[in-house]
Every structure is written in structure tokens, then in C-alpha cells.
């Protein structure tokens, strides 16, 4: 069985940038061990957003630009950016919530069987969408979310989130 961990938008924006919060600073320490521990392979998503991001669907709906490419708030948390390169990883860059790209990155790489687990932010956004493109794409694949490595928009929706996820049969840890 081939093990991948997708490490969600762990980017400065989201940490201590445009769209922070202290549940996701919190975080950072579990996800650090989480990614030095893994023993599988890695894809790391950005949230890639450019300067029309106002002008988006996405813009007008949450009106405060953020990861867009190339800025400081695009980068990867420090901490998180050290774990990953010890590590190795694929970066995946994706213009919305979820990666199409993923299941594709994913199914180049595996055997017959995968299994996947998921950390990041935020829980109720882009960790959601990309796990159930994952379960949709790998329906008979072990999909999993370590809770204690995710942070939502509020704690209440990352509870919710996480809820949501269990009712779609994947494990949350």
C-alpha cells in the first residue's frame, strides 16, 4: 500500500498573515511532527490567487486579498517549509478550494492500493473540499484527517467540518 500525505495551505496568509488565526498557529507544532514523521510521500497545496483576486468569484465572496503568488502570504510557514524540504514533497498549486489536480499527481504514483491523509487549513474550506475529491477519486482508499493538525475559520466550523468529513466515510484521527 503506497501512503501519501496532503499537507492543506499551510501558508503565512493563513497562519500569521491576511486571513490568520490563533487556531491555526496552534497548530503548527503538530503538523511539523506530522510531516517528520510520515513515511510515504508528500504533496504540499498552495492557495494561488493573483492580482485580480477582487475581480474573482471567490474575491467577492471573501474580499481580502490573500496567497496571492509570489508574496510573502503565498509562502510556506518557515517551520512548515524546513519539514517539508527535510522530507521531500510535491508542491501543488491550485486556484480554488480543492486541487483537480491531486487524484491525477496521486494515481501516476500509486499501486493498486493508497491510502491518504490530510492536514492543514482551513478545515472547513480547503481541507474539506480536497478530501472529498480525494474520497470521490479513491472511493475504496483509506482517507483520513488528523484533527489535532488542522485548524478551521472557527473552531466551530472546524468541528463542523470534521463532522461533515466523517459522514463521507473518511477516518478522522
Known sequence: MRKYLI???MQND???GALSTMEAQKIIP???KKIESFDGEIFATLDTHFENYLETSEGRNLPVEHCIKNTDGWQF??????A????????????TFGSIELPSLIKASADDSVSIELIGLCTDICV???ALILKA????????VDSACCAGVTPEKHKAALETMA??????V
Open 7 to 9: 499537507v492543506v495551505d
Open 14 to 16: 493563513f497562519i500569521d
Open 30 to 32: 503538530n503538523a511539523v
Open 77 to 82: 510557514n518557515d517551520k512548515i517549509k524546513t
Open 84 to 95: 517539508l524540504e527535510k522530507k521531500g514533497f510535491t508542491a501543488v498549486e491550485k486556484l
Open 128 to 130: 474539506v473540499s480536497n
Open 137 to 144: 477519486s479513491f472511493p475504496e482508499a483509506e482517507i483520513s
Open 167 to 172: 459522514s463521507c466515510q473518511i477516518k478522522i
